[in-house]
Structure formats: structure tokens, C-alpha cells
């Protein structure tokens, strides 16, 4: 984790918090004290009279992304913002109020800011592009100003550069959803516009992320296929970003100190084609986080779960609860990234911490519960002061407890209706399965309720064995697949791109003797910890004494939950992407495969006059390049088209680095970014404390992965 004020997400919220504050600087007061929840400041710019000044935030899907990721709703009215609203919603006039907007620069949005003004809903208007407006909208958005005499009502318009979204402090990505980058990428019926258009917005959300973060990386990437064109195009607009701009971006006296010129004191950006391992978008993860994103599929640190209105009358429905997963809350960040029976112990540990320091007020106050604290006047004053001190904290404990108890039970729920914990065990030992073994699986219709689970298992495993698949066994998995309720029409892609992910997999175990699940899995349900069947009866008292709020079906039916879900801990596993990034970042204890893997990747400096190269070829080129390779194209290879940038000397493969961003193109999971930190975790261990942050064009799932992604592709196959 990086130090407080220096990750993506403390850099982007301090940029939201000028925006809010109508691009005022902040004082260095304002930026170290922090708000109750780490992320505002104090409160709002004041006028001339002291007086705050009230505003309204109008914003576009991705500015409301943007700012709905890492700002609540108190965060807004502590800057000031009274509301907040969609562009395209009926919005009604507030005269005279000041009106934010953040929002992306394209001709729809500058029109509707023309109806606006034109309308006179709001004065001033504060304009906040999330990245820099090209010279034509910005012609025509002034020849609409000066048509409809609305440019006094303009107070302000601003280039920033903030369209990408951050989930977690190291964790990002481009919202790039609609545009389905890794079909568009691959596919051969996307046009050349089309691509072009998908390249320049992955470019535009990577050089904001780099502006962000204060500092020009050295950039890496493999030749071919569409990671090196980014990387080209990104060098080139970073360098004349430098050469054409007096005042650059990364000139001010508050980034001199992080923009060194040695390359070795600099962050590197790695980006890699999403086809150099497409296993971790489709593996089923036992860690918090991932089973979170998988299960219920978080979006944008929101989740919704579906409960029963009344457990004993199923026919009254169900209801939707939504939980943002914040900064503030101290459960998620602490176990995130622990494997899930680590997790239900931790509950467990809290819930009796809660207890103990509930029961420790009212002992002292004498009063029967933290309930009849608040209206009991015969306390002595002291221990009424002190309790009346602690009650916020205690109350705001048990409200993220009472979230993630209501997670966990949603969790518990899909975990044994679909057996997830079998599929994870199985694809820990994906390569030991034979091809009777996993027909079996895929026969059986006892392993969970939902057969997607059945074809991820099979296309990990396709990818991964080394074992060779006959066209006759390719039918038997293809029928087998579709008998079980699967749409099998990705299967035709997946049998394509296998000879890609193949060259450039490189998964490995570091400690052998974890690499197979303890005895405790093996033995059908006894637990890790040699006490986790008891756990049921311990929440249950638990909830009963605390009062935390649960749906009664947890307490009444946990163990029956628990009781059938083997528990074990993950290998201790790196992925293929972790591999990359430690043989660029740390060559010296790096594998020799890993390196060898990373030996010709290009080599991009966009402030050194050398390592630079020919302009990006245009999209055709790439396709003519790459057409003799399999989809995604083969990094390491380019199929004889020489791409822009130049290959590392030596002393640039082997100089290291402590600061890295990882790019995927074409979609990231959230299982990759969990392998990434645990990784840093372990490698910083006695050594300088190394960052890594993870990004992507878009975060999903696998089950967005698969049905957005590879089918569409899957049917496109002759």
C-alpha cells in the first residue's frame, strides 16, 4: 500500500477536491487535514463574507463514475456541492447558483451545456473536462457560446485529466465497458476507425493516469499487436506534450521532486496484451475481494444482494440491499485480499472485540446496553463523558460489521449453491487433471447450479494442460458442455487463441509444499483452522448479543452452510502478468524463463532523445503484421513488422525499479490485482518497499469476460 497522499486514488480525490472547490488552490493546511473520512477537507472555499459557497455538480456517466468511486455523498457537502445530477436528467432552474460540470468533451455534452446556459438554469458555470477538449469541439463549442450569447455565463473551462476510475488506492481502470475492447481488439470485423477510436481513449485514460501520478514513466511492452501501438502512440503524445508545451504537466515546483530524469528513479509502465494469459479472467479465487467481485459482482465498490422479504413466506418476494464498500471501512481494508476462511474468522474476532468493548462502557456506566447508555441520566459524569466519546466509533463498527455479515451470508449462499470451493480446489491442481477427470466434472450435475462454473473450469484447463486434445475429444467436451446448460459458441475462439496464451504463460508455485490443499480440505470438510465448523454457533451467539442486524436466515442456517465448504488456503501462486513485472522490476530474482520472456520487450524513455522510434503504424499495418499469428498476436513476434520504439540495451533490461503501473489491454480481473500486491507484499519483505498499480481498459468478471467478450468472437469464427 502506498504511503497516504501519494496513491492514484489520494492523487485523483486531491484533484476532484479543486474541481469542487472551483480550481482553487488548496493551502498545505487543507490537504493534511483530512475530513472524518480521509477524503475531503474540512468544508467548502468561503466567499469574500465568509460565507460557503453552494454549488451544483452536473456530470456524465463517466465524471459520475469518476467521482462516485472515490467521493460519497458527505464528502460533496463538505465541499459544498448542495446536488448532484445526470446531464441528460430534467433538471429544473436554480438561478444564480454556481454549476459544476465534469464531464467527457464530445459535441453531445457541449450542446447540452449551450441548452443549459441558453436555458439560464444556473450562473455561473465552472467547465471540467475529464480529459483535454481537441481544438475542433473547442471551435465549435465557442462559435455555439458566441450564437447564442451565453459566454458571459461562463466563468471557467478547464482541461483536466481524469477520465480513468480507481477502485482501490493501486487499482484502476478506463471504464471501458461499452467499447468491449478485448472483442473490438481481436476481432477481424472491427474497422480501422473503430479501432482507432479504441486506441486513442486507452492512449488519452493512460497519459491522465501518468499526468495523475506526477511523474513520466519508462515504458515496456512486447512488439506486435495492439499493447505496442499504444505504447507508441503514448511516447509520442508524451513527448510532445514536453517539446510544445511551455508550462507542461509535469514542470510545476510541486512535481519537480518526483519527476527525476533518471530512468531508474522512475516508475515503469508495462502494458500487456490481455492474450498473454486470459486464465486469471476466468479462475474461480478464494480470497475476499475476488469472491465479492465473482459472486455478486461488485461495480464500482457497490454491491447489491438480494434477500427474502420473510424467510418463512418465500412468496412475499425478495428485496434488493445496496453496500458501498468504501475507504472508511476498516473490514474491507484489512481483509480484502485474505483468503475467505481467514475472513469468516476475522467476523468472528471483531464481532467478540465489539462485544468486549460494548459491554466494557455500560460496566462502567451501569447501564444494560449501549441503548440505554443514551437516555440514562444517573452515570456519574465522567464515565458518561467517556462512554458518550466512544459511542460514534462503536456505532459506526457495528454498522460495518452488520454489512459484512450480510455479505458473508450472501457469499456462504453462492459458495455452496455453486461449490466454488470444489472448482477452486480444482483449478489449484488444474494441471494434474486428466481428460477423463474433467469430462467427468463437466457430466456431473451435482458440481453447483450454475454450468458457466463448468465451462471456466474447462477453458482454464484447456489452456493450461499440456496434454493433446483430438478433434474427437474436443466434441465429446463441446456436447458434454451443451448437455449441461452451456452456451459453447466461445469454444471456437478459445481453440484458436490456445497456441498464443500458450507461448506466453508462465505460472508458478514458489513453496511446493503449500502448492496442494492442506489435509484439511482433503479430508471432506474438516476445517484450516481445526475449529472453523464451530464458527456457526459462535457468529450465532455473537449476533444474538451484539444486536448487529442480519438476515435471520444466517443465524438459523450458517451451519449448514459452512458445514459442507472445505476450506484451505490458496498455493502461493504467481501469475503470469506477476512474472512479467517482477522480471522488469526486479531482474535479479527473477526466473530465467520470466526474463527470457521479457528479453525483447520494446523500450520507450519519452525524455530521452534515443529511445524512441518511427511513428505508430496505422491499424491496417498492425493487421497485415499480425495476420499470419493467432488473435491477440504473439508478443515477442510482430510477424516482421517493425513497430515504433527500440529494443533495451543490456542495462536497461537488468536496471530494476521499485514503482511500476501494469496495463492490460483488452480487461483485468480482479484476481490479477490481488496476485500483483501479494506479490509486493512478499518481495518488499527486509527490502525497499516496492508499488505496484493495476489497470485496465475495463475491471469485469467471468461471466462478463465470457459472454460479452468471447462469444461474440467465438461466432465470428469461420
Given at each position: 500500500?502506498?504511503?497516504?497522499?501519494?496513491?492514484?486514488r489520494?492523487?485523483?480525490?486531491?484533484?476532484?477536491?479543486?474541481?469542487?472547490?472551483?480550481?482553487?488552490?488548496?493551502?498545505?493546511?487543507d490537504?493534511?487535514?483530512?475530513?472524518?473520512?480521509?477524503?475531503?477537507?474540512a468544508?467548502?472555499?468561503?466567499?469574500?463574507?465568509?460565507?460557503?459557497?453552494?454549488?451544483?455538480?452536473?456530470f456524465?456517466?463517466?465524471?459520475?463514475?469518476?467521482?462516485s468511486?472515490?467521493?460519497?455523498?458527505?464528502?460533496?457537502?463538505?465541499?459544498?456541492?448542495?446536488?448532484?445530477?445526470?446531464?441528460s436528467?430534467?433538471?429544473?432552474?436554480?438561478?444564480?447558483?454556481?454549476?459544476?460540470?465534469?464531464?467527457?468533451?464530445?459535441?453531445k455534452?457541449l450542446?447540452?451545456?449551450?441548452?443549459?446556459?441558453?436555458k439560464?438554469?444556473?450562473?455561473?458555470?465552472?467547465?471540467?473536462?475529464?480529459?483535454?477538449i481537441?481544438?475542433?469541439?473547442?471551435?465549435?463549442?465557442?462559435a455555439?457560446?458566441?450564437?447564442t450569447?451565453?459566454?458571459?455565463?461562463i466563468?471557467?473551462?478547464?482541461?483536466?485529466?481524469?477520465n480513468f476510475?480507481?477502485?482501490?488506492?493501486?487499482?484502476?481502470?478506463?471504464?471501458?465497458?461499452?467499447?468491449?475492447t478485448?472483442?473490438?481488439?481481436?476481432?477481424a470485423?472491427?474497422?480501422?476507425?473503430?479501432?482507432?477510436?479504441?486506441?486513442?481513449?486507452?492512449?488519452?485514460?493512460?497519459?491522465s493516469?501518468?499526468?495523475?501520478?506526477?511523474?513520466?514513466?519508462?515504458?515496456?511492452?512486447?512488439?506486435?499487436?495492439?499493447?505496442?501501438?499504444?505504447?507508441?502512440?503514448?511516447?509520442?503524445?508524451?513527448?510532445?506534450?514536453i517539446?510544445?508545451?511551455?508550462?507542461?504537466?509535469?514542470?510545476?515546483?510541486?512535481?519537480?521532486?518526483?519527476?527525476?530524469?533518471?530512468?531508474?528513479?522512475?516508475?515503469?509502465?508495462?502494458?500487456?496484451?490481455?492474450?498473454v494469459?486470459?486464465?486469471?479472467?476466468?479462475?474461480?479465487s478464494?480470497?475476499y475481494?475476488?469472491?465479492?467481485?465473482?459472486?455478486?459482482?461488485?461495480?464500482?465498490?457497490?454491491i447489491?444482494?438480494?434477500t427474502?422479504?420473510?424467510?418463512?413466506?418465500?412468496?412475499k418476494?425478495?428485496?434488493?440491499?445496496?453496500?458501498?464498500l468504501?475507504?472508511?471501512?476498516?473490514?474491507?481494508?484489512?481483509?480484502?485480499?485474505?483468503?475467505?476462511?481467514q475472513?469468516?474468522?476475522?467476523?468472528?474476532?471483531?464481532?467478540?472485540?465489539?462485544?468486549?468493548?460494548?459491554?466494557?462502557?455500560?460496566k462502567?456506566t451501569?447501564?444494560?446496553?449501549?441503548?440505554?447508555?443514551?437516555?440514562?441520566?444517573?452515570?456519574?459524569?465522567?464515565?458518561?463523558?467517556?462512554a458518550?466519546?466512544?459511542?460514534?466509533?462503536?456505532?459506526?463498527?457495528?454498522?460495518?460489521?452488520?454489512v459484512?455479515?450480510n455479505?458473508?451470508?450472501a457469499?456462504?449462499?453462492?459458495?455452496?449453491?455453486?461449490?466454488l470451493?470444489?472448482?477452486?480446489?480444482?483449478?489449484?491442481?488444474?494441471?494434474?487433471?486428466?481428460?477423463?477427470?474433467?469430462?467427468?466434472?463437466i457430466?456431473?450435475?451435482?458440481?453447483?447450479?450454475?454450468?458457466?462454473?463448468?465451462?471456466?473450469l474447462?477453458?482454464?484447463w484447456?489452456?493450461?494442460?499440456?496434454?493433446?486434445v483430438?478433434?474427437?475429444?474436443?466434441?465429446?467436451?463441446?456436447?458434454?458442455?451443451?448437455?449441461?446448460?452451456v452456451?459453447?459458441?466461445?469454444?471456437?475462439?478459445?481453440?484458436?487463441?490456445?497456441?498464443?496464451?500458450?507461448?506466453?504463460?508462465?505460472?508458478t508455485?514458489?513453496?511446493?509444499?503449500?502448492?496442494?490443499?492442506?489435509a484439511a480440505?482433503?479430508?471432506?470438510?474438516?476445517?484450516?483452522f481445526?475449529?472453523?465448523?464451530?464458527?456457526?454457533?459462535?457468529?450465532?451467539?455473537?449476533?444474538?448479543?451484539?444486536?448487529?442486524?442480519?438476515?435471520?436466515?444466517?443465524?438459523?442456517?450458517?451451519?449448514?452452510?459452512?458445514?459442507?465448504?472445505?476450506?484451505?488456503?490458496?498455493?502461493d501462486?504467481?501469475?503470469?502478468?506477476?512474472?512479467?513485472?517482477?522480471?522488469?522490476m526486479?531482474?535479479?530474482?527473477?526466473?530465467?524463463?520470466?526474463?527470457?520472456?521479457?528479453?525483447?520487450?520494446?523500450?520507450f524513455?519519452?525524455?530521452?532523445?534515443?529511445?524512441?522510434?518511427t511513428?505508430?503504424?496505422?491499424?491496417?499495418?498492425?493487421?497485415?503484421?499480425?495476420?499470419?499469428?493467432?488473435?491477440?498476436g504473439?508478443?515477442?513476434?510482430?510477424?516482421?513488422l517493425?513497430?515504433?520504439?527500440?529494443?533495451?540495451?543490456?542495462?536497461q533490461?537488468r536496471?530494476?525499479?521499485?514503482?511500476?503501473?501494469?496495463?492490460t489491454?483488452?480487461?483485468?480481473?480482479?484476481?490479477?490485482?490481488?496476485?500483483?500486491?501479494?506479490?509486493?507484499?512478499?518481495?518488499?519483505e527486509?527490502?525497499?518497499?516496492?508499488?505496484?498499480?493495476?489497470?485496465s481498459?475495463?475491471?469485469?468478471?467471468?461471466?462478463?469476460?465470457?459472454?460479452?467478450?468471447?462469444?461474440?468472437?467465438?461466432?465470428?469464427?469461420?
Amino acid at each position: 500500500m502506498a504511503a497516504k497522499g501519494h496513491s492514484l486514488r489520494d492523487r485523483q480525490i486531491a484533484s476532484l477536491k479543486k474541481i469542487l472547490n472551483l480550481n482553487e488552490t488548496l493551502d498545505q493546511k487543507d490537504e493534511d487535514d483530512a475530513h472524518a473520512n480521509g477524503l475531503a477537507p474540512a468544508g467548502p472555499i468561503l466567499t469574500a463574507d465568509g460565507e460557503p459557497i453552494w454549488k451544483v455538480l452536473v456530470f456524465d456517466d463517466l465524471g459520475r463514475d469518476v467521482i462516485s468511486s472515490v467521493l460519497q455523498v458527505r464528502d460533496l457537502r463538505s465541499m459544498g456541492v448542495t446536488m448532484h445530477m445526470h446531464l441528460s436528467a430534467s433538471r429544473h432552474p436554480i438561478p444564480d447558483v454556481p454549476v459544476i460540470y465534469l464531464l467527457e468533451p464530445n459535441a453531445k455534452n457541449l450542446q447540452s451545456i449551450t441548452s443549459d446556459l441558453q436555458k439560464g438554469l444556473y450562473s455561473p458555470a465552472y467547465i471540467n473536462f475529464l480529459s483535454s477538449i481537441p481544438r475542433p469541439l473547442l471551435e465549435d463549442f465557442a462559435a455555439q457560446t458566441a450564437s447564442t450569447d451565453t459566454s458571459e455565463y461562463i466563468a471557467q473551462l478547464y482541461d483536466n485529466y481524469l477520465n480513468f476510475i480507481v477502485g482501490e488506492p493501486d487499482l484502476f481502470s478506463l471504464g471501458m465497458q461499452k467499447e468491449h475492447t478485448y472483442w473490438a481488439l481481436n476481432s477481424a470485423k472491427t474497422n480501422d476507425e473503430e479501432l482507432d477510436h479504441v486506441v486513442d481513449r486507452i492512449v488519452s485514460g493512460l497519459f491522465s493516469v501518468v499526468v495523475t501520478m506526477g511523474v513520466i514513466p519508462v515504458i515496456r511492452c512486447p512488439k506486435g499487436a495492439a499493447a505496442d501501438m499504444i505504447a507508441g502512440k503514448l511516447d509520442r503524445k508524451l513527448r510532445d506534450h514536453i517539446l510544445n508545451s511551455k508550462d507542461n504537466l509535469f514542470s510545476s515546483n510541486a512535481r519537480s521532486a518526483s519527476s527525476a530524469t533518471t530512468a531508474a528513479s522512475r516508475p515503469v509502465l508495462v502494458i500487456l496484451d490481455r492474450n498473454v494469459d486470459l486464465n486469471p479472467m476466468l479462475s474461480h479465487s478464494w480470497t475476499y475481494q475476488s469472491l465479492v467481485h465473482d459472486v455478486l459482482n461488485m461495480k464500482l465498490n457497490r454491491i447489491t444482494i438480494e434477500t427474502p422479504i420473510d424467510e418463512e413466506n418465500p412468496a412475499k418476494g425478495t428485496t434488493k440491499k445496496a453496500y458501498d464498500l468504501t475507504a472508511t471501512d476498516f473490514f474491507w481494508e484489512k481483509n480484502a485480499a485474505v483468503p475467505f476462511p481467514q475472513v469468516a474468522e476475522d467476523i468472528d474476532a471483531e464481532l467478540t472485540r465489539y462485544k468486549e468493548d460494548a459491554a466494557d462502557i455500560t460496566k462502567k456506566t451501569g447501564a444494560s446496553s449501549l441503548e440505554d447508555l443514551q437516555n440514562d441520566t444517573s452515570a456519574s459524569a465522567t464515565h458518561l463523558k467517556a462512554a458518550i466519546t466512544l459511542l460514534p466509533e462503536l456505532r459506526e463498527r457495528k454498522a460495518v460489521l452488520d454489512v459484512h455479515m450480510n455479505i458473508l451470508a450472501a457469499l456462504l449462499t453462492g459458495i455452496k449453491n455453486r461449490q466454488l470451493d470444489n472448482y477452486f480446489q480444482l483449478e489449484e491442481n488444474v494441471m494434474k487433471q486428466k481428460k477423463a477427470e474433467v469430462l467427468e466434472i463437466i457430466k456431473d450435475d451435482t458440481k453447483g447450479n450454475d454450468p458457466l462454473d463448468k465451462l471456466r473450469l474447462f477453458i482454464i484447463w484447456f489452456l493450461s494442460t499440456e496434454q493433446e486434445v483430438s478433434r474427437a475429444d474436443w466434441t465429446q467436451f463441446e456436447e458434454a458442455l451443451a448437455a449441461a446448460g452451456v452456451d459453447t459458441s466461445c469454444l471456437a475462439y478459445v481453440r484458436q487463441v490456445r497456441a498464443t496464451t500458450k507461448m506466453t504463460q508462465l505460472t508458478t508455485i514458489n513453496n511446493p509444499s503449500s502448492s496442494t490443499p492442506s489435509a484439511a480440505s482433503g479430508g471432506g470438510g474438516a476445517d484450516l483452522f481445526g475449529r472453523f465448523s464451530s464458527l456457526s454457533s459462535r457468529l450465532t451467539d455473537r449476533l444474538k448479543d451484539t444486536g448487529v442486524g442480519v438476515p435471520t436466515n444466517l443465524a438459523s442456517n450458517i451451519d449448514t452452510l459452512i458445514g459442507g465448504i472445505k476450506n484451505f488456503l490458496p498455493a502461493d501462486r504467481d501469475f503470469t502478468i506477476t512474472k512479467i513485472v517482477e522480471s522488469i522490476m526486479d531482474p535479479q530474482a527473477a526466473s530465467t524463463s520470466a526474463i527470457a520472456k521479457t528479453e525483447n520487450y520494446l523500450y520507450f524513455d519519452p525524455r530521452s532523445p534515443n529511445a524512441r522510434g518511427t511513428a505508430p503504424p496505422p491499424p491496417s499495418a498492425v493487421r497485415a503484421g499480425a495476420a499470419s499469428q493467432t488473435p491477440g498476436g504473439l508478443p515477442g513476434g510482430g510477424g516482421g513488422l517493425q513497430g515504433p520504439g527500440m529494443g533495451a540495451s543490456f542495462g536497461q533490461r537488468r536496471q530494476g525499479f521499485t514503482d511500476a503501473v501494469v496495463f492490460t489491454v483488452g480487461g483485468g480481473s480482479m484476481d490479477e490485482y490481488g496476485n500483483l500486491q501479494e506479490w509486493v507484499k512478499r518481495s518488499s519483505e527486509g527490502r525497499a518497499r516496492k508499488r505496484v498499480v493495476y489497470g485496465s481498459t475495463e475491471l469485469l468478471n467471468a461471466r462478463e469476460f465470457i459472454q460479452d467478450e468471447l462469444e461474440r468472437l467465438g461466432r465470428e469464427v469461420p
